[in-house]
């Protein structure tokens, strides 16, 4: 296998760039639109449902990531390799 030329590296980067660039534009063109559509009343409920939906989603993963963590490290600890 060759190694990547600084013209593979350069569009490799290119397209970074864009992955991460492109769900923000998104995003901001979105948000803008909702908040002429809805108003100030209807979009501050709308982002309170949103934070809190967010908030609830990522302390159930946070949980969720630690009770297996703590699964895997007891098993493994007790030799208990099916479990």
């Known amino acids: ?16 760039v864009a ?32 934070y809190v939906a967010s908030l609830v989603s990522g302390l159930v993963i946070t949980a969720a990531t630690n009770c297996s963590t703590q699964l895997m490290a007891s098993a493994y600890g007790a030799r208990n390799g099916p479990r």
């Open 1 to 16: 296998m060759t190694a990547p030329s600084r013209r593979d590296t350069f569009a490799g980067g290119l397209w970074n």
């Open 19 to 50: 992955s991460m660039v492109v769900p923000l534009l998104s995003t901001v063109l979105l948000s803008a639109v909702i908040a002429r559509r809805l108003g100030s009343l209807e979009l501050g409920a709308q982002s309170f449902v949103s």
